[in-house]
């Protein structure tokens, strides 16, 4: 199985789905791609555990894009964090940093492309617990 790298592609076919390019879309492909990376495998579903309301609800379009075929359910809880399961069952849960949630929620309207592309940028470790 090949690896998925965030390129151009991908972030295009994102905003497309999604309507325009913020964080929250972009930590949705992140979280995406680490689960494959985790698992070796795709996954079948994904337990979005986060606030119902946008734009938290950005991630599940980044995760829609790239899992196509996965169901993607949200959970009601503070936070932003995903489990992936396999078909074989095998799970991988992804937490996004609460300090980088808060830095994203204040981020002015006009910063979000900006906050996006730094998204992008960052290394696993910078994103996730
Ligand atoms: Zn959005």
Known sequence: MGCIVLSDELLNK???LH???GPFLVLGLR???KAR?????KPEKCVLETLNCKPYLCTADGIRTVYEECTVEVQKRDGLAATFVDSSGK???ISVKSSLIERYIKAPWEKCEECAYEVMRSHDSQLFE
Request: aromatic content about 0%; overall charge negative; charged content about 20%.
């Open 31 to 33: 979280m995406s791609l």
């Open 91 to 93: 799970s991988a849960t």
């Open 19 to 21: 309507g325009h390019l």
């Open 37 to 41: 990376e985790l698992l070796g495998d």
């Open 14 to 16: 994102a905003v497309k």
